[in-house]
């Protein structure tokens, strides 16, 4: 199913912008305000009660932001009256923040921020004009004018340097990188974060280290480089947690969620977000709120529960009505339009992918502008306007060319290849089908696999080390508490203490031994997955496709179109048969059994190999509930053909088996060819060749076996050997009987 789900990071990006205050403890924080208010109300100067105003104010914006609010309006209204323009600058400063931060208003906060900042342009007091001026770039880029929000994030970063404040430049190099990943200029972004990643790392400055490390897992995730994601954002993850930065922690958990959808691991990915959500509506940050409700919507719409995504994708807008904030709206009416269009409701997905296509064209969102081209492209296929699906795909290409988005392009040559055949151009459908094929090849195979076992491994190894570590602290109080005893009890009772030690001493061993039995299961895990690669690979080997692609080059050239068309949708059939099967360690019979006789029909028409086959099953067999590993058969079939049948001067034949015999499946492979031995004596060049294919198939059988009592086995017998007017060969397999799931 093709799918676009494009809620997936801006907005984590864009709270940076515009928040990273920590928290103190609840009861200093309590005392401190109780001291100001207590000051405020005794008989010192007006200016310096507009000073304590604007500090209550500030320290109030965290629990009590109503009460801050009445506290700068007053500061305000004081410092206007006695003519203190710092404080009065200040005070628009905080009220600016507090329409911002806390209420989303990000209109009414550039009119507090503009005031300041002409207020602080009256004084000479560089450092602080500096501080409205980079709000208010925040601002208008919540509201989407990107140009505006460059020009003062770029002057106020030369404004910091000259004052040499470095962390401040850090963070202004941040806020310019999602500038720049928003207009799909991801090389650019990826410049401004690892400049922003090395000077936090010279600063020591941990929370900008961990949002910069965040960001960059984000354009990782652009391109498609998963495991390089997976990592970025871990590290992220682990310095916001150590630093007790709960709101960066909570985006740096959404992003992992994010990134768990893509790699498929769905409980993970809701667990993330929900975490997200928790911590967000703990602090109060109605951003934070508004995000995570609108990334439960986004993994409920990758989840198929297209009513849940829906309510709580409106109920993300309804929580942001009153911010004004193009381009999270752009992104949430993108996501509601994908999930009209998968609830098969594509009039009202056209509303919303138009509305988010307006937005995103006034606002510059270039990245979210080609996703959404792509998008309207599928919905005009599936209501049969052919011409306006292809004029939308072909701008969907060039515009993912021009920003390098590979993931993009290779989705919309493939809905302009389904065009291109249901307006009976097969020539052009057949083009973009190669095209979509050469892309994806480039994006998924073995790199996914081992980006997410690398990725598990890495989860694991993180859980793992925080269980030691909490165990090496028990152990060192046990320690200590044993030490302080030793000196009050006497000589006869040294013998406890010796039991305690041989308890803990037998407790380590047994973590340990658990650690590295874990350790060894995911490595398992990662060689089966690789060996089940390397085996679709001996299979559908560039021999194999070049042949294949070779007949229907000749069936086109014969002006048979259609036939053409069926033989390439019956190879496209078969590879995502061959993909779909190589993810699981069993399938049920049923479907190993579909693949097989589509893969022997095409051998059979296509190739030029004169074979027949048969495909005898036991009746007492229920296919659909019999379990068996997949793709057992097809290299054997495959070597019978090349080297046996392949090289004899009759008619080939192939008989197929499958009975149950003393509770397990038998499988066999018989062939008419030359046999094993002439076929290894036409090898005599090469006497130490042997076949790849069943290297790979009794290592993967060996993994298959590891600790089970009952173990698959296979046998491989040259008939000419048994008899001399048989030839041929057997390949013969032993299953134990096990149940489909």
């Known amino acids: 199913m093709y799918k676009t789900y494009v809620l997936a990071g801006l907005l984590t990006m864009l709270l940076g912008a515009l928040s990273g205050h920590g928290q103190q403890s609840s009861g200093f924080h309590n005392r401190q305000i109780d001291s100001l208010k207590r000051l405020i109300n005794s008989d010192i100067p007006d200016t310096q009660k507009v000073i304590n105003m604007n500090m209550l104010a500030k320290m109030l914006l965290q629990t009590d932001a109503g009460q801050a609010r009445r506290h700068t309006l007053e500061a305000i209204r004081l410092a206007d009256k006695i003519g203190f323009t710092t404080g009065k600058a200040k005070a628009n400063t905080i009220m600016g923040r507090y329409y911002s931060q806390y209420q989303n208003d990000y209109w009414e906060a550039t009119i507090y921020y503009h005031k300041a900042l002409e207020l602080y342009k009256t004084l000479d007091l560089p450092e602080q004009q500096v501080i409205p001026m980079v709000l208010l770039g925040a601002c208008y880029e919540r509201l989407g004018d ?98 007790e930065l709960h709101l960066q922690y909570s985006r740096a958990v959404s992003s992992m969620g994010h990134l768990y959808i893509i790699m498929g691991e769905m409980d993970k990915s809701l667990e993330s977000f929900e975490r997200s959500l928790a911590i967000n509506r703990q602090y109060g940050d109605r951003s934070g709120i508004g995000e995570a409700l609108s990334q439960l919507g986004l993994f409920y719409l990758h ?104 993931t993009r392009m290779r989705d919309c040559y493939q809905l302009l290849s389904q065009t291109y055949r249901l307006m009976d151009q097969y020539e052009k459908a057949y083009h973009n089908l190669s095209q979509y094929t050469i892309i994806n090849d480039s994006i998924v195979g073995i790199e996914k696999s081992k980006a997410l076992v690398a990725m598990e491994a890495k989860y694991e190894h993180h859980k793992n080390l925080r269980r030691i570590d909490s165990l090496n602290t028990h152990t060192a109080l046990l320690d200590q508490k044993n030490r302080i005893q030793e000196l009050e009890i006497n000589q006869g009772n040294l013998w406890r203490w010796s039991l305690s030690a041989v308890v803990i001493i037998v407790l380590l061993a047994l973590i340990l031994l658990y650690l590295v039995s874990r350790k060894n299961k995911i490595h398992d895990r ?216």
């Not at 400049?195 to 984000?218: F, P, T």
């Not at 652009?222 to 947690?241: F, I, P, R, T």
């Not at 709580?312 to 009153?322: R, W």
């Not at 080997?541 to 949708?569: M, S, V, W």
Request: glycine share 8%.
């Open 526 to 741: 990662a060689k089966n997955l690789l060996l089940q690669q390397k085996l679709l690979r001996t299979q559908m080997n560039p021999h194999f496709i070049f042949n294949f692609l070779t007949c229907i080059q000749g069936i086109i050239y014969k002006r048979e179109p259609r036939a053409a068309a069926d033989y390439i949708a019956d190879f496209a059939h078969l590879v995502r048969m061959y993909l779909e099967n190589s993810r699981h360690e069993y399938i049920d019979l049923e479907r190993e059994l579909s693949g097989l006789k589509y893969y022997l029909r095409l051998k059979q028409e296509l190739l030029n190999i004169n074979f027949m086959y048969r495909i005898h099953i036991d009746p007492e067999l229920n296919t659909a509930e019999i379990a068996i590993p997949p793709m057992l058969a097809q290299p054997f079939i495959e070597n019978a053909l090349e080297h046996g049948i392949g090289k004899m001067a009759g008619k080939g034949e192939i008989e197929i088996w499958f009975k149950r015999e003393e509770g397990q499946l038998r499988f066999e492979i018989t062939d008419n060819g030359i046999g094993i031995g002439q076929s290894k004596a036409g090898k005599a060049g090469d006497p130490a060749h042997r076949s790849l294919a069943i290297e790979i198939t009794e290592e993967r059988l060996s993994l298959l076996n590891r600790n089970k009592k009952q173990k698959i086995k296979l046998e491989i017998e040259d008939l000419s050997h048994s008899t001399d007017t048989l030839s041929g060969t057997r390949v013969s397999f032993r299953i134990p009987y096990r149940a489909a799931s």
């Open 303 to 406: 989840d198929e529960q297209f009513d849940l995504a829906l309510t709580y994708l409106y109920e993300t807008l309804d929580t942001l009505a009153i911010t004004g904030d193009k381009v999270t709206f752009t992104l949430i009416h993108a996501n509601i339009g994908a999930t009209y269009t998968e609830k098969g409701d594509y009039k009202k997905a056209l509303d919303h992918y138009h509305h988010a296509l307006d937005l995103a064209a006034e606002i510059d969102f270039k990245d979210n502008y080609i996703t959404i081209i792509g998008m309207l492209g599928r919905n005009y296929l599936a209501l049969g306007q052919y011409r306006l699906a292809e004029k939308y795909l072909l701008q969907g290409i060039d515009l993912s060319r021009e920003v390098g988005a590979m």
């Open 146 to 243: 990107n140009e505006q929000t460059k020009t003062l994030y770029e002057t106020a970063m030369k404004k910091y340097e000259k004052l040499r404040n470095y962390t401040a430049v850090a963070g202004l190099l941040n806020n310019l990188g999602g500038t720049a990943r928003r207009k799909g200029a991801h090389q650019l972004a990826m410049d401004y974060y690892n400049r922003s990643l090395d000077l936090c790392d010279s600063l020591e400055d941990m929370a900008g280290k961990s949002r910069a490390l965040a960001n960059i897992g984000w354009v990782y995730i652009d391109q498609g480089n998963h495991g390089k994601a997976g990592e970025v954002l871990l590290a992220s993850m682990e310095l916001a947690e150590q630093q």
